[in-house]
Structures are given as C-alpha cells and as structure tokens.
C-alpha cells in the first residue's frame, strides 16, 4: 500500500503541475498577446492578425496616446493620488469601523450592524447620491469627489468584522489587564494582527480606486482632475466616434492598436500592486472562511 | 433579538422620512421653473427690446453638447461670446462632454434638476423621447415663433410636426439632410477595371457579374461587406418598398406604395426572403466572407483594401469624399432607393432647452442666432479663422488647413456640424463638396415623406414582446442577411421563434396606435 501510494505521487503532482500551468498560460498569453498588439503596426496587424510578436513593430500606438503628454501624466498623477490617498483612508476608516463590531461588549454593536447591512440591501439610488454630492456636500470638480464615495464599503467592513472577531478575546482581556488603552490596544495588538486581512481589503480598495472611472463620469468636468481610466475610456470611446463619422479635417487615426496601448497603460503600474500584496494575499484568501 | 424590532421600525421610520423629505423639495423645485415656463408670455415685451441688446440683463447660458475634446475650447467661447454679447448681450459656456459620457451625464444632471439652458437630444444619444417624459425639456412653441422666426421658417412644417410629442414642440431642428436614399458604394478602381456602368442599375442582383469578376481576378478582395451591427436589411427599408415603425429591427414594417398603413411582420415578407436567398447565393459563391456575421468593424479592412463594395450605403451629396478620406480609395456611388423622410431621421438632432433653464427667452435667441449667424455658426463648427483653419476659397466659402499644419496638431476641429445648427450655412471641407448643401436641400425637397412622419411609437406597452423578439433577431438575422445559414432551412425557424415571442402582438399594438394617431389627425 505504502509503496503504490509513494509511486502514484509524482504523476499526480506532474498532471497538477501540467493542469496550473496550462491555467496560468491561459492567464498569461491574452496579455502577451494585448501587449504585442499595442506595439504592432496597425496596417501590418489588420493583414497579419495577432500574434505574440509584433509582425512589424510600430510605436504608433503609443505615440498617439502621448500626443498630448501633459494630460495623460496628470492624469497618471490623479490616479495615483486618489488610490493611496483613498486606500490609506479607507482602510483607516473601514478597520475603526469594523473593530467596534467585532467586540462583543460594544453595545450599539447590533443596530450599528443593522445600519451598516441597510445600506448593503438598500442604496439611494444614482441622483439621490449625485445630489448628495453635488448639493450637500458641494464636491464637484475636487479630488474629494473621487474618494469619499468609495470611503466605506459595507463588504469590506463585515469581511474586516469578521476577522476580527476571530481574534481571541482573552488577548484583549490581557491585554487589558497589563494596562492599555482601547487606541494602544488597537494600534499596536489588533493591527498587526490582522495584517492578512487589512492586505485583502488594502488590494480590493486599491484596485477600486485605480479603475474607477464612473465616479469620475459624475463628478468631474475639470480636465485637470480626469482620474487615468476615465481618460482612457473617452479616448477610446471617442476614437470610435471620429473614425466613424470623419470629415476632410481629421486624420484617420490607428484603433486596434491604440485599443490595445491603452489597455497596456491601463493595467501598468497596478500589476506591481499584486506583487507588493501577494505575500499577505494568499494568507488572506482564507479570510473570514473559517467564521461565516 | 428583541432589540432588533425597534431597530427597524426606527429605520424603516428614516426610510419615509426621507423619501416624503425628498418628494417635498422636487415639488419645491418645480415650482419656479414651471413659473419660468410661463414667463415668455409674462416677458413678451422683450422681443422687441432684443434689437437694443444693451436693455436685456447680461445673462451667462450654459450649453452641454457631446464631442472629443477640444484644446481650444476656450478661445472659441471667447470669440463667440464677443458676438454673442453685442447681439443678446449674453455669454455662452460651452460644456463638451466626452461621447463616452455625455449620455450618463445629462441623465443624472435632468434627473438631479442641476441648473443649465441648452444641451444636445436626439432619438438615439441623451435620448430625446425620454427626456420629454421626464420632463426635462421645456416646450418650445411659443418660444420659438416669438424669438426665432428664421429658424423656424427654415425648416418645412412637416420636420416640425415630427418633433411633437403631445402636440409640442421640444427640440429645435438642426436643420440638415433629412431624406436619405440607400444604395451601394464601390471602389472607383475595380468600378474602372472592369468597366462597371453603375448609371443603368437599379436593382443589388444586377451586381453579381462585376462580383464575379472580382472573385475570379482579384485574390484577397472581398466583393462585399458587412458589418453585424449595420444589418443590410434593416438600414435600407425604403428599397424593399417598406418603412420601419419605431425601433428599426422590431417586427412590424408597412409598405410605402399602400394608401393604407397596415403593418405586416417584415420578415415574413416575399421581399426578405428574396433578399436572403440572394444573400445566401452570394455567400456560396465568395461574395461574402464566411465570417461576415461576426464582424463588428470593416474600416481597417477598407483600408487595406480587403473589400471592393459596401450595400446598403447611404448615399448623400458628397459621400464620395467622406468615402475617400475614410478608407484611403476613390469610390463611385449609386442610389437605389428613393429618398424617404422619416421620423428618425427628421429629429436625428436637435437642441433642446433645459426645463431648469432660468432665461429661456436668451436661450431661445441663442439658437435663432446659431442657426441664422453665419459667423457665430461657423465659429462653434470651425474655430477661428487663420488660427484653425484658412479659407481656400473664399467666395465658394471653402476652407481648408492652415499651411504647415497637420489635421492632429488644429487646436479645434470638433467635426461636427451637423450638431449646432442649420449646416446649410457651414463652410465646405473641400472644393470638392461646393455645392452639396444645395444638392442637399434639394434632395430635402423632393424626398417622399413616410406616411408615418410625424408618428412615433410608444414601445411601453409590448416592451417584453420588444425584448424577446429582439434577442431571437439578433440570433438570426445576420446569419440570415450575411447568407451564412440555408434560409429555405432557418428562416422558419426564424420566423416560429418570432411568434412565439410575440411578434404579432407587436404588430398588432404599432397598428393600434398608427390608427389612433391616423384618426386623431382628422
């Protein structure tokens, strides 16, 4: 028995291996493939078709997006400042939040829950909240505009809850007992407790600030405040309408592959975020799997 | 658990708070733009004043329309508001959305009740009918006969009529082509080689020897193109003898040479299937790639050449030009449909002023201004004269690029003029297209109005049918219309399917209310 299981081992492992590496290969070639697209030549890449080389290697693509550099950096800079500000803000706020509920002597635990779950099952609605910020709050055409709306996300703080609640309570009590307050307490014993969890949710805010371009549609005229992925998309979008509808005074402009450049810049920088969070990431993935 | 009782009342409590709160002071905020509604009446004195400018308040109007972005907006307003200010003694600030947004936008902006004079509505972007029954447009009646005369008179009564919901009038015309006959484009070059006499044709069968030839001599042309989201069927009813009753795929067609409107399920017609049967010849025979019925774009394939014609094209004046700077080839074109006026295309665009509007009189004396100043006009279209573009000639009023400069670098060229105003008073891109608006206007002329013009279909009450139907239409019919698929085996599939998913019921209610509107004109 003992020496049939040890032999059986290997081709096991070898089809799990074949199996994990055909789904990263999957994963892996679209991108390859967008990638080399953006670097074709458009004319070359409509004969040819894709392919994982560029068949006639072209900057084109590129160099139409950066025509107007200024716009596309500040942009870049946007993006940038709303997500860190944004992530860091977030998981501030939606950790303090969800820390209370988790501890089981914190009264208005149950109808502060309630509140939070309310707004989970029932949302104002796209004008009522487009009138809250435009009217009450007065923040069209500011940064702020672009993260405060995202500030809290009812998810993220019950996903936090229940993470935290699988933090023994005895900690807390000796913790307690040697002295400390509730914001030391916090600070130093409960977060770096739960740094799996605070990762988790640090990516998710993270790439829900870089690709948000809705907040963006609402909120912002100014071109100076246009966030990446907003740009991006109207770039493209009006690509379309140009080429469709041309006159004698614009020039055709290349699509597929500025289609593909744009995706490019697009996923960029966020790729090396994966990087930054997967140490905690796989840890994180077992977040709230053992308590529902 | 006990606790939790409380909690809900309490919420639930909020809940109708906010919602009667909410209520409160939309009816508060309707109340003075309903006041401003009536104020034209109220103001009527002001018509006459609006020859001395300096007696009307300076006033700023607000003016949202769709576009790229321009680099040089800013200097264009500027220019425009120098006009603007010695005539109404306003400025204008002219907000460009993005196409991509523009929808979204001006939806959630009407819906808030933000406060703007003129925006951009048609039927198919910010769409006209729906802000109509939100009560987002102010109607334009009144406003329109006592502060724009000229506009109104530039456009035949017939194009108004079609604007009416209600019996009002809630978009200004953008006046343009309006009649547009339907027939095939083809490249000049392979036209040439094989000596194509487009001038005796009138019917798409009489194409298939010049196809012939291009399948046997031409190794990597295409003869014909298609593009799945632009059915060959659909766009060119008029061909078929027939005219569509709202959304253009919906079963429920009638046939134009009837004295009586009786509306027949299109697809069922001895028109489609001969259609579909020729389609399908051509596919075995190579005129169509195999494919056809997945492609959604051509213009790179065009542009490489890969396709020798386009069926189902639109032919206007100066289409040919447009071909040539699209694609890169010359192009010969022949109609064969006659021109036809419908709705859709009456009302394609339209300036409409805000509900929330607080000078709709100033707004009103905008649009008579950008519809009869031809300066002021051309600004908004063109930009400023040597800055972004040149006159070439002047006396035919066509323009060009300023030397040294290449179509990318122009800092406003929003190419759309047929979105400001009457394009009749446009310059022209090229020497070329010098005489095409009065082609156009011609074409305008002796267009055959759809019996239907003026009539628009309200879906509401067979949407489902609408809904289902449309998703066994998108199932079949480019596979019908591209020939890939033996009609004499799917088209009564096709067809069961339709019924079953209520295609007479659709039928049934466009008749309805054909006849109602038929009898209500009495």
Known sequence: MELRKRSRLPAAQIMLHVILLIISLLCILPLIVVISASLSDEAALTQ??????PTQFSLDAYQFLFRQPDQLLRSYGVTFLVTGIGTIASLLVTSLLAYPLSRKDFQLRRSLSMYILFTMLFSGGLVPSYMVVSRVFHLKDTIWSLILPYLVIAWFVFLMRTFFATIPDEIIESAKID?????????QIIVPLSTPVLATIGLFCTLNYWNDWYLALLYIDDRNLIPLQYLLMNIMKNIEVINSSVNATTSI?????????TATLAIGPIIFVYLFFQKFFVRGLTVGAVKG | MRKRKPMFLLLSALLMMTM??????????AKPSASESSSPQKSAGASEQASEPSALEPVELTYYFPGTPQRDLALVEAEMNKILKEKINATIKLNLLDWGSFEQKMNVMSGAGDSFDLMFTAPWINNYYQNVAKGALLPLDDLLDQYAPKTKAAVPQSVWDSTKINGKIYGSINWQIVAMPYGVSIRKDLAD?????????????????????IVQNDKGVTPMSFQNNYDNFTVQAPYFGMDTIGEDASPGWYYLNKPEVKVVNQYATPEFKQFIDLMYQWNQKGYIRKDASSITDTTSDFKA???????????????EGELKTRYGFEFVTKAFSQPLITTGRAIATMTGISKTSKNPERAMMFIELINSDKDLYNLLCHGIEGKHYVFTNKDKGVIGLPEGVKPEEV??????????GNQFNGFYASEADVGNWDKTIELN???VSSSLLGFNFNPDPVKTELTQTASVTKQYLSALTTGTVDPNKVLPTFLDKLKAAGADKIAAEKQKQIDEWISSKK
């Open chain 2, 445 to 447: 002329n002796q267009a």
């Open chain 2, 20 to 29: 009667v709160t909410a209520a409160c002071t939309k009816k508060e905020e």
């Open chain 2, 193 to 213: 080689k094989y000596k194509l006499d487009l001038s005796q044709m009138t019917k798409y069968e009489q194409l298939e020897p010049f196809f012939e030839q």
């Open chain 1, 253 to 261: 402009i290349p699509s597929d592959t500025v289609r593909m450049a």
């Open chain 2, 305 to 319: 050449g890969k396709y020798a014609a386009n069926v189902g094209f639109p032919v206007k004046p100066g289409a």
């Open chain 1, 48 to 53: 040819n078709g894709y392919s994982l080389i």
């Open chain 1, 179 to 187: 002295g400390v307050g509730e914001y030391r307490l916090y600070f």
């Open chain 2, 411 to 420: 800092g406003y060229t929003p190419g759309t003029d047929w979105m400001f």
